[in-house]
């Protein structure tokens, strides 16, 4: 027992929940603990930190809270270390950035940098069966959109496309960050302006950049691709600010 939380304990004066939460991340990253594996039980760890029951029971439930572990009850049960969801992550940290207000060029702005990249690392991973969802996806926007609905889905598609790639790219951070920004795309720009004239020139710009991606990913050739994306995005953040006006606008003559 000692020996597994031996160098990580907390040092900080801070609630002693709150070092056994903190000296269990701590463990998790310097360990190299798996998902699955099993913390000690109530009774160690009230040992180890010489705390009571309802220290480590009010420990266990915000590391429940959080993602990082699943209780489990009857003989074999206990605290059971589990992978924190995507969409639980994503969730939390979009809770913060809901009251930065961070706009469309805001998103595009990190978006310029790490969809390139994403771009280039997924597609020396792309299965058939990627290419042909990828294809599935850009041809849902092939048509024009008859109601908000399935404007609304095309965007949504448009995204997934993105998400596609992300998933695939095999770096986690970039994974991260790729779905992360655009599920900020998602509640900040395109639940927000759905209600605006449709820009169908962007519609058509990005069912252009995705057909010429999948091209470029068919033929497995990597500098087109960087340069296919890097357009696409600029070519994105340009109809972007011009969604921003259209909906500045909107407000200042509802204000008149």
């Known amino acids: 027992m000692d020996t597994q939380f031996s160098g990580i304990n907390s040092t900080k004066r801070v ?14 990253v310097v360990e190299g603990i798996q998902a699955g594996d099993k913390l000690p039980n109530e009774k160690a760890l009230m040992e180890l930190f010489e705390c009571s029951k309802g220290t480590v029971r009010e420990a266990l439930k915000s590391l429940e809270v959080q993602g990082l572990i ?6 074999n049960g206990g605290a059971i270390l589990a992978e924190v969801p995507y969409a639980l992550a994503s969730d939390m940290l979009r809770n913060f950035f809901h009251f930065q207000h961070p706009t469309g060029p805001d998103i595009y702005q990190l978006r310029k940098l790490v969809e390139p990249e994403i ?20 041809e849902l926007c092939a048509e024009p959109a008859q109601n ?6 095309q965007r949504i598609a448009e995204l997934d496309f993105h998400n596609h790639l992300a998933d695939r790219c095999g770096n986690p951070l970039l994974r991260f960050v790729g779905r992360f920004l655009n599920d900020l795309i998602k509640d900040l720009v395109i639940f927000k302006k ?14 252009e950049y995705h057909r010429k991606l999948l091209s470029a990913f068919k033929a497995q ?26 909906l500045s606008q909107g407000f200042l003559t509802r204000q008149e």
């Open 221 to 246: 050739d990597t500098a087109k691709i960087h340069q296919l994306m890097a357009e696409h995005m600029r070519s994105a953040e340009a109809f972007n600010i011009e969604l921003e006006a259209q």
């Open 194 to 207: 759905v209600q605006l004239p449709e820009q169908r020139e962007f519609s058509k710009a990005n069912l």
């Open 119 to 138: 771009a280039v690392l997924a597609s020396a991973h792309l299965s058939e069966s990627d290419l042909d969802e990828l294809s599935r996806l850009t």
């Open 148 to 153: 908000i609905e399935q404007r609304l889905q």
């Open 15 to 28: 609630k002693r929940a709150d070092q056994i939460v903190e000296s269990v991340k701590r463990w998790v």
């Open 70 to 75: 699943t209780v489990k009850t009857g003989p």
